[in-house]
């Protein structure tokens, strides 16, 4: 032991105080010692709270063992209690032993006393450190929570999708509690623009990502509204952000996303990928229209070289269903092999749900993967984006 242990002795008889003072010192225990023997005197020890370990008789003077191990519970006294008595009944060692008692020895059997606060001193570190580590946990917790209401407020109102496009929705199925992936859209004069969002990571990182890619998508928004320049002020502005182009230690830290305007009345979509693409499926059509997006993402270890961010026009008609999202769908595992959904049956599953609405969609593509996965658990962040031209 580190330092002295300091016991509180809960005995009337002074010669047996003083067999068991000299049976400790003769196993080498280093401690000090107080002695009490009345309820009074018990309380007052108690309320100094500096024991490490409480050592009572039985029978005591209009007092008992037991009275001091209930008075220690009423005081929130987490000190280990040994009992050390002369014979008693089976029945009062069994009372003890329900109420939660610590170990009991009997005078007869001291050579046992040394294991016995080895072993309750070890048992009340352990619970110790499992109430503090409760405690964190509940803190850490509190603060996420928290943390994810201030990260819903900065995502933009569903409200104005669903008015602007009733035939639309967005699953959104954060792997924690916070979320790497992001929805952002935004109404301007007659467009209307729509990013679904994959920052590197889950959880914390992730949603720091998020909160900055969300702040800066509007600011850039307000000084272009082509969605491949979009992409490109995005991206320096997270390098910026992040140091990303500085010669000094940096955050190699990104994101991947598809973008996009649409001119409802006219249907000009426009789209732009970082390393995310566009999914079509004309009305009536059996095919998914893939338009991939440029192998870059925004931020991260990207080359001072690399591509300008590709830009696609497509023209859309009454019927046709187009989808954005992240990979966190087609890489979840499940099924009967605990396999990868993968994109081509992703593919396959959209091509089945198109005579359901919008609606209809999402409830069963939240269905179909929680199936999927079975119990199993969630191995990244879920969004995808849905919006049928009317």
């Known amino acids: 032991m580190n330092s002295a242990l300091k016991i509180l002795l809960v005995e009337d008889s002074e010669t047996d105080a003083d067999l068991l003072v000299r049976f400790l010192h003769k196993e080498k225990i280093d401690f000090n010692h107080s002695r009490v023997w009345n309820r009074d005197a ?3 020890a108690l309320k100094q709270n500096n024991h490490d370990l409480i050592i009572a008789d039985h029978s005591l003077p209009q007092f008992s063992g037991m009275e001091a191990f209930h008075l220690a519970k009423s005081e929130n006294k987490n000190i280990p209690f040994i009992l050390v008595t002369g014979t ?4 009062i060692l069994a009372e003890y032993a329900k109420e939660g008692i610590d170990d009991y020895i009997l005078k007869e059997n001291l050579l046992r006393l040394p294991s ?19 405690l964190a946990h509940k803190d850490i ?33 954060p792997k924690d509690i916070l979320s790497g992936d992001f929805y952002w859209f935004r109404k301007e004069e007659n467009k209307f623009f729509i990013a ?25 928004i307000l000084k272009t509204k082509e969605p491949a320049e979009i992409l490109q002020q995005l991206n320096k502005s997270i390098e910026v952000a992040l140091c990303q182009s500085t010669l000094y ?12 305007s ?7 979509l426009k789209y732009s990928g970082a390393n995310r693409p566009l999914w079509i499926i004309r009305h009536g059509k059996n095919a998914v229209e893939e338009i991939k997006g440029t192998k870059k993402a925004i931020g991260g270890l990207t080359q001072k070289f690399s591509p300008n961010f590709e830009s696609h026009e497509i023209k859309l008609q009454q019927g046709d269903t187009f989808y954005v999202f992240s990979d966190g769908y087609a890489d979840q595992f499940g099924g009967d092999k605990k396999r990868k959904l993968f994109t081509k049956r992703f593919k396959q599953i ?4 198109q005579d359901k609405t919008m609606q209809q969609q999402e409830k069963y593509l939240n269905n179909f993967i929680e199936e999927w996965k079975a119990g199993d658990e969630q191995i990244d962040d879920i969004l995808i984006i849905g919006v049928r031209q009317e």
């Open 141 to 173: 917790k509190d603060s996420i929570n928290y943390a994810k209401k201030i990260q819903n407020a900065m995502l933009p109102d569903t409200t104005l999708l669903r008015d602007t496009f009733p035939q639309s929705f967005i699953l959104f199925k």
């Open 88 to 91: 008693v009944t089976e029945n």
């Open 350 to 353: 959209l091509l089945s749900i």
């Open 196 to 220: 679904a969002v994959d920052c590197t990571g889950h959880g914390i990182p992730g949603a720091l990502m998020s909160m900055i890619g969300i702040e800066k998508l509007n600011n850039v």
């Open 249 to 260: 230690e940096h955050s190699q830290d990104g994101m991947d996303m598809g973008i996009c």
């Open 262 to 268: 649409i001119e409802k009345e006219t249907g000009i």
């Open 116 to 134: 016995a606060i080895e072993h309750v001193l070890g048992k009340k570190k352990i619970e110790l450190l499992h109430a503090k580590l409760e």
């Open 42 to 44: 018990f309380v007052n």
